[in-house]
């Protein structure tokens, strides 16, 4: 059972930055990673994935300001986020995905963007 924990969220100031870190406790090697988030009363979408092969997308919200990544030696994914704005306030998840579709979640971390 492959294991994630999500950091860095935290309160910023609208227009400031943040990098949130997912530490999974096993190789993400062959996995499609991506980050979620839900704000309050809204459903949960997708911010940004990459694959294996280093392949991104990004929902149209974030593009251009929000950048993920992942380092295959420390089994993390990163998101770093910019620019950040008040509709950015939200949980951020970390997903990881296997081929065959079995996911597993981590337990999310709060950001908060105030005006």
């Known amino acids: 059972q492959l294991q994630l924990v999500e950091s860095g969220g935290g309160l910023v100031q609208a227009g400031g930055s943040l990098r949130l870190s997912c530490a999974a406790s096993?190789?993400?090697?062959?996995?499609?990673m991506g980050w979620y988030r839900q704000a309050p009363g809204k459903q949960r979408e997708l911010v940004a994935a990459?694959?294996?092969?280093?392949?991104?997308d990004y929902a149209v919200s974030v593009k251009g300001r929000f950048t993920i990544s992942r380092d295959g030696t420390k089994n993390t994914v990163y998101l770093q986020m910019n620019s950040l704005k008040p509709e950015d306030t939200a949980v951020y998840y970390c997903?990881?995905?296997?081929?065959?579709?079995?996911?597993?979640w981590g337990k999310g971390t709060l950001v908060t963007v105030s005006s």
């Open positions: 096993g190789t993400i090697f062959r996995l499609t």
């Open positions: 997903q990881a995905v296997r081929d065959g579709g079995m996911d597993y």
């Open positions: 990459i694959t294996s092969g280093g392949t991104t």
